[in-house]
């Protein structure tokens, strides 16, 4: 497991590289206010068949933060796009959780014949009002800083606060949640103005992405309705649904094996590609 750099539009973009070098690509996006290392415990999972890499994405973790605020989701899919221009590994597998789920959305719609497939995790159907109105507000927070790195990961939580994980696991992705600055305290690694959001309707993007859709829900996640899932399942061309047992809005940390599970079978499916 290393770091990465690849050209962003505009920004340096990190990727952790979990390894499978000379497979096709396996790209896994975080949702808002996570970090690529939030996909430790699934993504070396698929490294014997896929060249599989989890991005930070821009104002978050070790990528780039932009200088005048671009945070919108076409900004986050521009990067996308820009990494998988230049790394030269072919079409990528996409799997986003969350406000990545929408990044990848983003990205597949615009570049159908760009993605091999596309898992979308217990991601917004469509922004209300007041979330809107929420995130804009976030823009004005600012992190605590802490006097070592184990008090900051000693502070660690999630938001939504509800989880099956682990202290140990949370504890394990936290200790690259965190930055030195310098005067030596430790602050959270995410730029302030990226808790904004824009608009999204994921039925209006779905039609357009023909590769195979994968919509998966978390069981005991209010994030996303059964209804809904299938309505966004059938919404692809070629899309399907999977459930997560046992699992609160962060998936990847709550059941990982339960995930682990249903991207295999609906990976399995796909024919073996290597880069071009």
């Not at 590994?89 to 929408?102: C, D, E, M, T």
């Not at 600012?142 to 606060?161: D, I, N, V």
């Not at 310098?182 to 302030?192: A, F, H, L």
């Amino acid at each position: 497991m290393r770091n990465r750099k690849f050209a962003g539009a505009g920004l340096q973009i990190n990727c952790v590289d979990y390894g499978g070098e000379g497979c096709a690509p396996l790209l896994f996006i975080h949702g808002g206010s996570a970090f690529g290392h939030w996909w430790d415990f699934v993504a070396p999972a698929f490294s014997a068949r896929f060249h599989t890499l989890a991005m930070d994405l821009r104002g978050h973790g070790e990528s780039g933060w932009a200088p005048s605020g671009e945070y919108g989701m076409a900004d986050y899919a521009a990067d996308v796009a820009s990494m998988v221009e230049s790394w030269g590994l072919g079409r990528p597998v996409l799997v986003g959780h969350s406000r990545g789920g929408l990044v990848a959305l983003t990205y597949a719609a615009a570049n159908p014949d760009q993605v091999r497939a596309l898992a979308v995790i217990d991601s917004l159907p469509q922004t209300t009002p007041e979330m809107l109105a929420w995130t804009e507000s976030m823009k004005s927070w600012r992190p605590r800083r802490y006097k070592t790195l184990q008090e900051a990961c000693a502070a660690f939580r999630l938001l939504p606060a509800e989880t099956h994980a682990t202290p140990a696991m949370l504890q394990q992705i936290a200790q690259y949640g965190y930055r030195q600055e310098e005067d030596g305290s430790w602050v959270v690694r995410i730029d302030p103005q990226c808790r904004g959001r824009d608009p999204f309707d994921v039925l209006q993007y779905l039609p357009a992405v023909t590769c195979p859709v994968l919509i998966v829900k978390a069981a005991d996640s209010p994030m996303i309705t059964r209804e809904m899932a299938r309505r966004m399942a059938a919404a692809a061309p070629s899309g399907s649904m999977a459930e997560i047992p046992h699992a609160y809005h962060h998936v990847m940390l709550d059941n990982p094996e339960g995930l682990v599970r249903a991207l295999e079978r609906f990976l399995s499916g796909l024919e073996r590609e290597r880069p071009r």
